[in-house]
Structure formats: structure tokens, C-alpha cells
């Protein structure tokens, strides 16, 4: 059984820095693409970063430059490292996995199977 458990989200001032990690357990990275997502309230949930199984990495326009993904195949982890975070980088931020279709694209929801539940982000001014 597949899961994937997002934590480290939190509170944080704006300028400031903040990590997030998705553990995942019952499959591996191997020609996985690991994404996450970002839904703010009364908004649609949309892209924020992924990367695949090669190492490749996707970052939204509004990340980037201030947002990192990266993998850590020995803890089955993937880490979004957020800097310079803004108001409007307030939001539940998922984790998403997609194991079995290595060439959907990076950046649609619907190429992801599993999904974490979510932790919140909230920057403060």
C-alpha cells in the first residue's frame, strides 16, 4: 500500500525560510515523478514543483528561484525547500506520486496517483 505523509509545514514570517518533506512508503522513486501541489483557500490547487526519477526538475513560475525539490532516494523522501516566502505562498501543500506512468507530464494533477493529506503553510507579515 502506497502513502505518502507530508510534514514540516508551519508558521513563518514573511522573507523567511521554511522545509517540507514527504516520506513515502510502499514504493520506491524508481521511475517515479514526485510533485507537490499547493491549494490556497477559495482556490483551485496548483503546481508548485516536481521532479523526476532522473533527477529532472519542474518548478511554477512563481517559485522559481525561491522554492527547491529535491530527493533523497536512501530515506524515500522528497524535500521542497521554500525561501523568500511570501504572503501568497500561503496554502495546505500535498505531495503527490506518480510510480507507473513516467511520461505524463510533471505539472498536471491528473498525471498523479497518491496523494498525501496535506500541512499547512502560513506566512504572516
Known amino acids: 500500500q502506497v502513502q505518502l505523509v507530508e510534514s514540516g509545514g508551519g508558521l513563518v514570517q514573511a522573507g523567511g525560510s521554511l522545509r517540507v518533506t514527504c516520506a513515502v512508503s510502499?514504493?520506491?522513486?524508481?521511475?517515479?515523478?514526485m510533485g507537490w501541489f499547493r491549494q490556497a483557500p477559495g482556490k483551485e490547487r496548483e503546481f508548485v514543483a516536481a521532479?523526476?526519477?532522473?533527477?529532472?526538475?519542474y518548478s511554477a513560475d512563481s517559485v522559481k528561484g525561491r522554492f527547491t525539490i529535491a530527493s533523497d532516494n536512501a530515506k524515500n523522501t522528497v524535500n521542497l525547500q521554500m525561501n523568500s516566502l511570501k504572503l501568497e505562498d500561503t496554502a495546505v501543500y500535498y505531495c503527490?506520486?506518480?510510480?507507473?506512468?513516467?511520461?505524463?507530464?510533471?505539472?498536471?494533477?491528473?498525471?498523479?496517483?497518491?496523494w498525501g493529506p496535506g500541512t499547512q503553510v502560513t506566512v504572516s507579515s
Open positions: 503527490a506520486g506518480n510510480f507507473d506512468r513516467p511520461r505524463a507530464l510533471p505539472s498536471t494533477r491528473g498525471s498523479y496517483d497518491y
Open positions: 521532479i523526476r526519477w532522473d533527477g529532472s526538475t
Open positions: 510502499g514504493r520506491t522513486f524508481t521511475g517515479a515523478t
